[in-house]
C-alpha cells in the first residue's frame, strides 16, 4: 500500500462535508450514551459530524495513492446494533479512524479517545495489530481542512488516562507530544 510518513494536508470538498453533515443530522436521535454521561444533543450531533469529517479527509489521502477504499459507512445503525467495524478498507486493509477538533485540543492538547468502559469497550483496543489513523480537524481556519497523520498499529501508539477527569475510566487517550516525545509520530 502506498503510505506515507508525515502529516498530510486535506481540503475537504463539500460534497464530502455534506455527507458529514447528513449523517450526523440523521444519526444523532438514534443513539444513546447516557453510559458515559453524553446526554447534549448538539455534542453528540458535532462528535459524528467530526468523525465522518475525519473518515472522509483518511479516504482522500489514500485515494490520491491510487489505493482502493471501501468508507465511510454512512449507514444508520439503531440502538444495539452499532457497528463497532473498522470506519475503512485501504486495499482490503481495516483502519480506524479517530479524529479531534483542533479548538478542543487547544484546550487539553492534540489526542484521541478511545471508548473503554464496562458498558462500551472499542474492540480496537484488544487487537495489537489493528491499523488507526489519527486525525485533527483544523476547525480554527475557514475552510474543511484535516491534518492526518500516518498510519500506526494500536501496539506501537501509547495510551493514557484522559487528561479530562470525567472520562477517566470510560475513555483510553492518545496524546500527539507522548507520540512526539517517543518519536512515535
Known sequence: MSTFRTPQIVH???EAVGRARSFADAVTDTVDYRDSRQTLKEKIHDDHFVSKLGEEAVRLVFERRNCVVEGPDYTIYGGK????AADLKI???EVAVKTQRRSAANRYGLSWTFQDSPERHDPVLSMPEAWVCLVAYEDLEPDFTCVVYPLRKIKQLIFEAPRLS???GKKQAIYLETLQKH???
Request: charge should be positive.
Open 12 to 14: 475537504l470538498p463539500p
Open 81 to 84: 446494533q452499532k457497528s463497532w
Open 91 to 93: 486495499n482490503e486493509l
Open 166 to 168: 470525567r472520562l477517566v
Open 183 to 185: 518519536k512515535v509520530l
